[in-house]
């Protein structure tokens, strides 16, 4: 059979990603977890900065940010990933999709270079937006954000979500199950890093992905608000840490990806 140049330009690699990004916008749960997450930071970010004409603890806006992004949002960001991948398992999609890309490692590199840039301009939107509102809120209460820490946060916020995004579809590649990619991510997230840190290895905590994420966030130098300790590498070297944790379980994942059938 003779391939067209038309046909060409249209598969390969590019083909891939439009299909990945015509069906990620075309289910309700990626609206859904969007307008979640943004509802999460917007009205976090309210009731911290009314805390502030009370708190004894003074808070600048990107610090409320963070806090939002961190406990509330990046939940719906890990929900939204892992449905990306998920939801083609469970409903029996995966089947037309290898079909369609027999190339299974570029499957996984689509669905990837959807994700990346979406939640990158997601985490910056929101953190922006979470930064104005308190903002507004706090009404000179607390402390002010400088133009670098608040550009630390947005930007930090931003690769830290997309990183978590390819972290989620790693995993999620590899496990098949959203309900174990959920739990598996979530304990990676917050509760191992409490217990290495239980077990007398606190300075383990900071290369957990979550823990790496939020020094991301925060200017060098400034303690970390979730483990209140100044991080041991600049902002960028978290997002090299997350980036490490993603890339491994996209290796993973893809691994499974070519072993398994779907």
């Known amino acids: 059979m003779t391939v067209t140049s038309s046909s060409a330009r249209a598969g390969g690699l590019s083909g891939a990603v439009a299909a990945e990004w015509t069906k990620f916008w075309s289910v309700r749960a990626t609206w859904w977890c969007l307008i979640a997450g943004t509802a999460l930071m917007l009205g976090y970010s309210t009731l911290s900065g009314i ?3 009370f708190d004894d603890d003074p808070q600048s806006a990107s610090t409320i940010a963070l806090g939002g992004g961190f406990y ?9 990933a892992t449905l990306f991948v998920t939801s083609e398992y469970a409903g029996g999609g995966i089947r037309s999709t290898l079909l369609w890309t027999p190339v299974r490692s570029r499957v996984a590199l689509a669905k990837a270079a959807v994700l990346l840039p979406v939640l990158f301009a997601y985490g910056v939107a929101l953190s922006c937006a979470g930064m ?6 706090k009404d000179g209460h607390g402390l002010p954000t400088t ?23 790693g995993i999620g590649w590899a496990l098949r199950s959203a309900a174990g990619t959920l739990v598996t991510v979530i304990v990676l997230l917050v509760p191992l890093p409490l217990i290495v840190a239980s077990l007398g290895l606190p300075e383990l905590v900071a290369y957990f992905p979550g823990i790496a994420g939020v020094n991301a966030m925060v200017e060098t130098g400034h303690p970390n608000p979730i483990t209140m300790a100044p991080a ?15 890339a491994a379980a996209l290796v993973a994942g893809s691994a ?4 398994r059938d779907a």
Not at 132 to 137: N, S
Not at 256 to 259: A, T
């Open 51 to 53: 805390a502030q004409h």
């Open 72 to 80: 509330l949002t990046q939940f719906a960001v890990i929900a939204l």
């Open 132 to 137: 104005a509102l308190a903002t507004a809120v």
């Open 147 to 169: 133009l670098e820490g608040g550009f630390t946060t947005a930007s930090g916020m931003g690769g830290y979500f997309a990183l978590l995004g390819l972290l989620c579809t």
């Open 232 to 246: 041991p590498y600049a902002p960028w070297v978290g997002l090299l840490i997350c980036a490490g944790w993603a």
């Open 256 to 259: 499974v990806l070519q072993r």
